[in-house]
């Protein structure tokens, strides 16, 4: 499902590579942090091209509600007490320079990049404590945050903390005019690297530096990326005759819903999930029936999902890729905020490779270990990969092809094999094999989205088994058995 973005953007196309290429940097991905990379790159003479697997934009940054903000959930009082004072403001100041950079560039950008200057709003019903932490521990960080009790959300709230001068803007018109200039070829998926080169399906890259801003890192080892965070889907509806809003707001507990305007649009998202648990659906009638009580003339334009990494400790890696992979960088693990990420990450790989120092890079650094903030976040994704692995020896099957009924989807057991069955409206049952091909756990069923998807790290694939969200790069394979119609 589309994006209100991706309906308005038309993007420019670029050619997949033709030849054996020669280049300083490889930057593989075409989302928000491969594009500003590049182009912080080349604004400073060094030859980049971009190797992008579908086309630019077409990954999480098309379905972002595209909010530049420094105030990502609730961060500054945890980071304060694990990490101190001293760190917790090197993460604030990352990304409020991420803001100017944005500012300075929106500038020389056309109208319709709608770059709106904004207060940024996290807001409670329950918990004012919560909130008054983030609020001291924000102003320690010379943050210019309040504490405030009247919004003009359509409830009323315990406290919320305001931060002012951040912004929004129109992510995929922001893409096309900065990434016009750059070296881009799309449709050239990277398959590996090996040493200073890149082998994609159309041919090779050599380069001195490679930078990986896939979203979701595709090399397992070194690096060990998919023992460092998963991944977690939201939902977004564009609502046509509700309310404006002059800020940008998010509540800090379930329901957690975002706001923001767009346009003659009211982005209103919520309905979070680990990918790969939302077995009994229902997400965007959640955040329906929630509109609706809100905004009861509000008229459904668009909905889509999306969803991103959430790293163990908080904060995203972004630096070298890992020990043994010289001149391999890296910038995931974005929680929801790679609008400000993305442009740090640009900053910091940029500074990297021209070898310049850099004060974000020991707080961003994958190689660093906050174990603090890790140790619970690594319980819990260790429990998710075993019982993943486990589920697929040892679940029973939940239903039998022949019981699903049209537009349904789930795990079945066919001649002592799990597979996964969606059985569509013409009555066709479509068969992929039960287990991620990333590293083997068992796939579960989004009927949201009428995907699979794998609750150990976040892959996705659609009904007939091609992969649409990465770690993964393979295909599941796939059958369609039309005698269990
Ligand atoms: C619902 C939702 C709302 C959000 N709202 C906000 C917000 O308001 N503010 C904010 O700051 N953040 C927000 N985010 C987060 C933000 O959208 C993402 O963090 C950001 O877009 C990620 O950018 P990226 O460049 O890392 O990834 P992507 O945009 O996914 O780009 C990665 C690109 O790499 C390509 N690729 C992958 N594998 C390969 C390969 N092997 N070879 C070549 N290319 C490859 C993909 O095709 C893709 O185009 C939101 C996230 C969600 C889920
Ligand atoms: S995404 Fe890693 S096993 Fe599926």
């Known amino acids: 499902m589309n994006s209100i973005w991706e309906k308005e953007t038309v993007l420019p196309q670029y050619e997949p590579l033709k030849q054996d290429l020669k280049v300083d940097v490889a930057v593989i ?6 594009i500003l990379t590049a182009y912080l790159l080349q604004k400073q003479g060094v030859n980049a091209a971009v190797l992008e697997a579908k086309t630019i934009g077409s990954g999480q940054t098309g ?17 304060v007490s694990s990490l101190g004072i001293e760190q917790a403001k090197l993460y604030a100041h990352a990304n409020q320079e991420a803001i100017g950079m944005y500012r300075n ?36 960080l010379d943050l210019k945050a309040t504490f405030i009790t009247q919004t003009e959300l359509p409830f009323s709230i315990e406290g919320a903390v305001s931060l002012e001068g951040q912004a929004q803007f129109h992510p995929l018109e922001f893409l096309k005019e900065i990434s016009s200039g750059l070296t881009v070829f799309e449709h050239t998926m990277v398959q590996n690297i090996e040493e200073h080169t890149v082998i994609t399906n159309h041919g090779k890259v050599t380069a001195n530096h490679i930078v990986i801003a896939a979203h979701y890192p595709f090399i397992n080892v070194p690096g060990y990326y998919f023992l460092r965070q998963h991944q977690e889907r939201s939902y977004v509806l564009a609502l046509k005759h509700a309310q404006q809003y002059d800020g940008m707001y998010l509540g800090i507990e379930e329901p957690s819903y975002s706001f923001r305007s767009a346009g003659e649009y009211l982005l209103f998202g919520g309905a979070s999930h680990r990918t790969g648990e939302n077995r009994s659906g229902g997400h965007y009638d959640m955040l329906r029936k929630a509109a609706h009580q809100f905004y009861p003339n509000g008229e459904e334009a668009a909905c889509w999902s999306a969803q991103d990494c959430m790293p163990m400790d908080h904060i995203p890696y972004i630096g070298p890729y890992a020990f043994g992979m010289e001149g391999v960088y890296v910038a995931t693990g974005f929680q929801k905020w790679g609008m400000t ?5 640009a900053m910091i790989l940029s500074d990297l490779i021209l070898e310049k120092a850099n004060p974000y890079l020991p707080l961003f650094t994958p190689q660093r270990m906050h174990i603090g903030l890790s140790v619970k976040q690594a319980v819990n994704d260790t429990v998710h990969a075993v019982r993943g692995l486990a589920a697929g020896f040892m679940a029973p099957p939940r239903a039998m092809v ?30 992929v094999q039960a287990r991620c091909t990333h590293l083997g756990c068992q796939l579960e069923w989004n009927p949201d989205d009428k995907s699979w998807e794998c ?25 369609s058995i039309t005698e269990y119609q």
């Open 29 to 34: 991905g075409g989302g928000m942090a491969g």
């Open 63 to 79: 379905k972002t509600t595209a909010k530049i903000t420094s105030q990502h959930n609730l961060i500054y009082h945890k980071l």
């Open 105 to 140: 560039l929106a500038k020389r950008c056309s109208d319709a990049v709608v770059f709106e200057e904004k207060d940024n709003i996290l807001y409670t019903v329950q918990n004012p404590d919560a909130i008054e932490k983030e609020v001291k521990a924000m102003q320690q």
């Open 341 to 345: 990420s993305s442009m740090v990450s």
């Open 402 to 431: 022949e019981q699903l009924p049209k537009g349904h989807g789930g795990i079945v057991e066919v001649e002592n094999k799990k597979f996964g069955v969606y059985k569509d409206e013409q009555g066709i049952s479509h068969i």
């Open 455 to 479: 609750p150990c790290h976040g892959s996705r694939f659609d009904y007939m088994g091609h992969v649409i969200d990465n770690p993964t790069m393979e295909d599941l394979q796939y059958d």
